[in-house]
Every structure is written in structure tokens, then in C-alpha cells.
């Protein structure tokens, strides 16, 4: 049986889980000595900072008696200690101590998955095979720049891929339908030649100042880190992020900020203000996004119209993220 299915009646939708960097935690909330736990990619994760400040990801299960490392394990040094007969664990996933023998075991190797720590993000690269990242994820120059505003959080819970997510980025023509009043944007430039796709757009943006012919440049970097600017009003980063909990199941969570001295701005508080009020129609079209996303089948062979979008480029560039690949 196909992974996917073409046969509309068919709501299995189990798109294979992708490869690629994703969001674990925010950094803000890892503190050092501390670890956390999450299911991502289908995981049992463990996510710790070491004393000297290093964040790690890894496994969960500890490879001596299987015991869950995020329940009970602490931080030592820059080691995790197991919390079922104390053996430690390095940032490589070695095992570098038993306290009741004088030699350590070579064959007790807990998994770990690359990380960097960017943007305000724990990042881990995290592929089913174990390969080496293929790709990066930036600095965004927003993030560091006192003009920009700290990060406005939400975050959801969707029972859809994080690939169906990220269609509606190219599926132009769903916004005059879910998202009532948008008119869709003109998609001018899609480039998909490398795992960081890039969408460049035109569109009448509605502000309350008036409206403005703007852009919106969107960097996919994979399937679960994506950068969207905002520009023709004031400069505006949304990133999103889209981990994968289990192949029909997602985190997807938005952080937004805005540039304080905006046009019409003439202080902190008034930028702040903005800020709400996109955060406030990204959140609504969230909102109205996920019905779709969470009752849809993935329809394989779609039937498009001429001005649909790319779609089917976009669904292409998401196949280089699976290893499993769909039918
Ligand atoms: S199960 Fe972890 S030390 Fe025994
Ligand atoms: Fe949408």
C-alpha cells in the first residue's frame, strides 16, 4: 500500500515525518543544569544545558536498562546522570561514568542530534538515518537589533504534517476562501533550487494606517524553520516553526516582532501596539487554516487550475526533506 493515496475518500494522510532542523525549545526557557522533555518526529526527546552553557539534544532512553532520562536525570558538569543506577552521559552521547565500576562502556552510546542555538531557538538537526545536516539555518538580523521588538509568541497544536503547513504559503488561491477578507498575494518569485526555498510576493497590505502596496519574502529553511518579511509598511519578521510530534500531528508555533520606529510610530508602545494587531490576523489566519489542514486527505495527483500556485514545485521541493519517500 502507498505511503499516500491519491483516492479522495482516503484521509490517511501520513506523509513521512521529514527531515531537517527543528525548533526543541526556546532558549529562553532551557536554563543551565536543566533538562527537558518532548516527543518530536516521532522521538522521545531530551533536551539539557550544561553548566557551561551548551545545549544538547538526545534520545530519551538510556541505553543501559532503558530507563527515560528526562524523568529524574540531572545535569553534572556538562553530563546527564540517569536517574535508574546513575550512569552519566557526555555532550556525544558517551558514556563517561558508572558509579559502581571503575570502567565506563564503550557500547552504551546514547543518540544525539546536532544542535544550534540561533534566533532564540534550540535547533536540533534531526534525520531518522543520523546524517550530518545538509543546510543551515541563518542568523536573522532582526533577532540582535535593538530597533526590532522582543519576539510575540503563540503556538499551536495541529493534527495535520508539517508539509500540508507548509503549502499554504504557495497555495495562493485559499485566501480569498479561509481568510475572508485577504486578496491573494502574486507569487513573483519562487525558487526552490536549494533545502532553502524562497517565495517572494506582492499584496495590498490592510493596516490601519491605510493600505499599502507591499511584499512578503518568505525563507523556507526545510520543512520546520521558516523567515517571512513583511515590507511596504513596517519592517516585520515572522518566523515560524513547524516540529513534527508525530507524521499527523504538529508544534507549530509563530514569533513575531516589528521594527520599533516604524512609519507612523512615534514610540515603543505604539509599535507594540501594531504588533498585536498582526500578530492578531497571523493568529486568526492560523485559526482559520487549521480546520482544513486538520480534516483534509493529502490528494497526491491534485487537480489544479492554471493560477493555483505552485503547488505542485513546492510539494517537489518538501520531498527532499523525506527519506521514506511518498508514492
Ligand atoms: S537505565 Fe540508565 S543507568 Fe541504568
Ligand atoms: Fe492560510
Redesign the pocket.
Known sequence: MSAASSNPSDSSRSIPIPFGWFRVADSGDLNSGEVITLRACGRELVVWRTDDGEAVCADAF??????H?GMGGRVVGDSLV??????SFDTDGKNCD?PYSDRTNGR?RLLTHPVVERNGFVLAWIHPQGLAPTFEVPELPEVLDPEFLPYIVSSYIVNTSVQEMGENAVDRCHFPSVHLNAVPPDIIEYDTTSEIARILSRLLLITPYGDFPGEIEIHQYGPGFSATRFRGFVDTLLVATQTPIEASLSELRFYFTVRKTGYGESSEEEARALALIYTGHIDEQAREDIPIWENKAYIESPALSDVDGPILEYRRWAKRFQVVKVK
Open positions: 538510556c541505553p543501559h536498562l532503558g530507563a532520562l540517569c536517574p535508574f543506577h546513575g550512569w558508572i552504551a
